[in-house]
């Protein structure tokens, strides 16, 4: 037979016509399209998948979804190993490779299954107790040891194609239908005919849900389909599943494209933020587990999920299958294994009587009330089932290939409560119910607790009703859908524990046991929360969906409260694992953030220029490829010998326009502004109103009422929106409008002894001279026929010019200055350069402006203006006198000029341990031999003069510095004003 | 993620916007003193309930916005213009 010997009939979702090869563990077996990896496995007779986190022991197929926690294999691709994919949601393709996971040499003879021997001394907390002591040894030996043997998947090296095969959809919908089972489905019709907006999100491949696994069902969902097929406001989204509930109606969804290789480039995984006005949970219950002893070995399954695999896969789990059950819901999977031509099966029923077992009775099934099964025999394989009375000792022994359990349903409830929802403890389903505000979402179905699948259908219809009326709408008019209605029930018998001999596991991805939870009672961890992280109980990547409400259970039984009062751990996103590489989506390597380039930068570039990024902006480091202060020495000497230019076009630019704009700048700096003339530039510092120093910069007075205010390139967004604070929130009684006008005008600086006779070739129409255009005078001037506007200000603290042109023309500018200055041997200069030129000059920058100087630690305290207010003036004149061991700005200059300073470097008394200040900039120097340094040194201004020692343990370096006065280099400021 | 409701433009991501603080507090008169400025700049309620604050819609109308917002369930009660929550200056240039 080439579809495996336990398939036993059509499956809802296998096309039996169409049949492809896999391997597992090496082993070539056949299965059809449509199936998981799962029910593939199944079909085949494979039920050793793999073997356990801790204890290593066997593990078989558990459930029939995305709730699995044994079923994890690693899939090999061309592209390398992708471990961790849960057998039970991957679809089968033709050539798929998994292997088993956690074994060695093989999963069949696994050498650390000797754990499983040794796990009497292996309780929960046992790392943490005996590890302890020498403490050298756990980083060097302990953990290397018990990372090799715990532990799931090994991660691959990072493929590339990964990164490349996700994308990130964003969606707005009216409402947000999460689940399409019968409440969902319905749900979402009723509104799509309302003319809402609707995105009906399930993460199955297909719509259905619940009804999937009920054949009376089938023409309602066909119908269904076809329905929400054909409405046009209704957007189906299947293999999809919401990660994340973020709060305002935010969604994160992850959607699983079908993949068929070999196309590489189609897409893996899509992240869809869904922004919904209004969402209807409808998550659906999970079956949960039942903790007895051996409950993990394969061949133990849910009840649910043998339904699923005989309904969706045509797979029979087992012939001889044994149940144990503690609701009449988990009769379905009798009947239809019955129905399947399953004849030979036993029913275990906690309760005394219910109806479903008097329907199993009549097929001739030998039903066991009001017993339980005490253990099982067989070690690595179900062989057969103990039986016994929950009052009585007696015993009895059947044989069985599977046990089929349901120790009833949960609420889906993780969503709900991300979205802050309550818990209730409902005793209908002994389960906790989320309830919720209607303002932050609504829940439907059994998601909330509804029983029974034509109950949640109708549950859903309310609920829509609902959300339409919110939205204003006519309930419109549906069509006639028969439902089935719903058997009569029994009320279920909440089964949580049957204690006995061996390992009764309440989280089996974690190998966590009943009693390693009374264990940690024992120990103090009373709290869900605690149990949990000393356990680990739901902390595997199943987020115990289907094992931990039986954890709250054993607690609760242990605290002796109920177990209501002991709740479960708190839900937070992602309710299943999410591939980084589908969160960061196209936003990897040079898309993980935009870069902004200089009007220059294709000149720039084939002028040979190295780029550094500063802040999103990409500027000219250096004029050559090579790495090394040579380059930066030899432009830097141009500026301070003959002549450079250099493109500042990065700083902020801020036009400041008003009849109040002089006001406000006096307030915003520390300095006056009023004062200054038309046609006049001033440096300014501008404050936090903490005293801090928030930016520097200078700013033209262009007309009364018109400024430009520059910033530096870091701080240029966060003055302006520090600005327009000001403006909108504390001083809005002024007239003043701020523009930012950054990307309007390119701004190049000339600086140099003859940076003025290069100007001179290419301006038109202003004399230039030294007294037409003293030091911070400002024009209007054309340059190469170009309006310009020209500030005669330094940065490099020589004879100095900045020009600010309409960015577009930056070009035929730049290159008329460079053609005006070749005679002259001007050379174009980078940041490197800049930095050696400010550093001489003592000019404080990023490294100095660190948000935690004031201007006084800068040595600025006098421009703090002495009459009239301005941010940061209160606080600023606080500290002022009280000064005392605060960090100021020194210049630093090593004793012997050949050492090199290095920035970061802590300086320190000699024959001291603790520093007393910090190097922040350093160069090499063009004026002096050697290195020049700015630091920030405590009580700094007094150490004049001081020998220090400056030291990077890192670099294993040690330098005697001296202390010297920030203003290295022509301290008088002459040469700016020639 | 917070979706707030500029008065200017409409509903938009949080990320639009730049945080701005407590939007009740006032600038103290310039000669108020040290311990009013150090109240002001460093003294926050930091209630469990709600919160007015400023937000600056950066990547929007640039305009500022006075958003009451709950802080322990992010609800929005409401979103107001800055210009409609005057006047709230404690005084400005002298």
Known sequence: MTRGPARIGLGLLTDSAQSVRFSFDGRWMPGL?????????????????????????????????????????????????????????????????????????????????VMNRLSGLLPAGFYYKTFMRPSWAWERLYEPLIRRAAGLGRVGPSKEEHALSVETVHQHTDVLVVGAGPAGMTAAYRLGRSGLRVVLVEQDVVLGGG???????????????????????????????????????????????????????????????????????????????????????????????????LRRYGVAVGREPLFFLTSDEAYGAVFDLHA??????????????????????????????????????????????????????????RAADCVLMSGGYS??????????????????????????????????GAARGVIGLAAS??????????????????????????????????????????????????????????????????????????????????????????????????????????????????????????????????????????????????????????????????????????????????????VRSSVGITDVSTLGKIDVQGPDAARFLDFVYANTFSTLPVGKARYGIMLREDG???????????????????????????????????????????????????????QFAIAGPRAREVLGAVITGLDISNDALPFMATASATIAGIPARLFRISFSGELGYELAVPARESLAVWTALLEAGRRLGIVPYGLDALNTLRIEKGHAAAPELNGTTSADDLGLGHLLKRHGDFIGRTLAQARGSSTQGRLQLVGVRPLNGAQQLRNGMQLMVPGTQTPVGFITSSTPSVVTEGWLGLALVSAGRDRMGQHLIGASPLHDQTTPVEIVRPQMFDPENARVRR | MLRIPCPWCGIRDEVEFRYRGDALITRPSPDAGVEAFTAYVYGRANPNGWHTEWWLHVSGCRKLIRVTRHTFTHEILRAETAESCRPLSGGAAS
């Open chain 1, 457 to 638: 259908a109708r549950d859903g219809d309310s609920i829509a009703l609902q959300v339409a009326t919110a939205f204003e709408r006519a309930a419109a008019p549906m069509a006639e859908i028969s439902i089935p209605a719903d058997a009569p029930r029994s009320q279920c018998l909440p089964l949580w524990e049957v204690r006995g001999r061996g390992k009764a596991f309440v989280d089996l991805q974690n190998d966590v046991t009943a009693d390693d939870i009374r264990l940690a009672h024992r120990e103090g961890y009373e709290h869900i929360e605690h149990t949990k992280r000393y356990t680990t109980h739901g902390m595997g990547t199943d987020q115990g969906r289907i094992g931990g409400l039986v954890g709250s259970a054993v607690l609760a039984q242990a605290r002796g409260v109920p177990v209501a009062a002991v709740g479960q751990p708190t839900p937070r996103p992602f309710v299943q694992p999410v591939p980084l590489a589908a969160l960061a989506g196209a936003e990897i390597q040079g898309r993980l953030k935009p870069k902004r380039r200089l009007a220059l930068h294709d000149w720039h570039e084939s002028a040979g220029a190295s780029f550094v990024a500063t802040g999103l902006w990409l500027r000219p480091l250096v004029y050559a490829r090579e790495p090394g202060w040579e380059a930066v020495l030899r432009e830097a000497r141009a």
């Open chain 1, 33 to 113: 399209a449509g199936d998981t990896l799962a029910s593939a496995l199944l079909a085949n007779g494979q039920r050793l998948i793999a073997r356990s986190f801790k204890y290593h022991r066997p593990r078989g197929i558990f459930t029939c979804g995305p709730e699995e926690p044994c079923g994890l294999v690693d899939v090999l691709t061309p592209g390398g190993r992708e471990p961790n994919q849960l057998a039970t949601t991957l679809l089968l393709h033709d050539g798929l490779h998994a292997e088993s996971q956690n074994r060695w040499p093989s999963l069949r003879v696994d050498a650390l299954s």
């Open chain 1, 692 to 746: 801090m120093v928030l930016d520097d910069g200078t700013t033209a007075r262009l007309s009364p009422e018109h400024f430009v205010v520059t910033t530096t390139t870091m701080n240029s967004a966060a003055v302006l929106e520090h600005l327009e604070f000001c403006l909108q929130a504390v001083c809005p009684e002024l007239d003043v409008l701020c523009t930012d006008v950054g990307d309007q005008w390119a």
């Open chain 1, 340 to 397: 399947a031509g399953i004849h030979r099966m036993a029913v275990v029923d906690i309760r005394a009587e219910s109806l479903a077992a008097e329907r199993a009775r009549a097929l001739g099934l030998d039903v066991y009330s009001g017993c339980v099964v005490n253990s099982l025999v067989g070690r690595n394989t179900v062989q057969g089932v103990r039986i016994a009375g929950i009052r009585s000792a007696r015993q009895v022994e």
């Open chain 1, 411 to 444: 609420p889906n409830v993780s969503l709900a409560r991300q979205l802050g929802a309550d818990l209730h403890w409902q005793d209908d389903t002994a389960g906790f119910v989320p309830t919720l505000g209607a303002a932050r979402g609504r829940i439907a």
């Open chain 1, 211 to 309: 009804s999937l696994l009920d054949s009376r069902w089938t023409p309602w969902r066909e119908h269904m389909c076809t329905l929400l097929d054909n409405s046009p406001s209704v957007r189906c989204l299947p293999r999809t599943t919401v990660v994340g509930a973020y709060g305002h109606g935010v969604f994160a969804a992850l959607e699983t494209p079908e993949r068929k290789p070999p196309n590489r480039t189609m897409i893996r995984e899509r992240l869809r933020i869904i922004r919904a006005r209004e969402v209807i949970l409808a998550t659906g219950a999970t079956e949960r587990l039942i903790a007895f002893p051996g409950n993990d070995i394969p061949g133990v399954m849910l009840a649910g999920a043998a339904q699923g695999y």
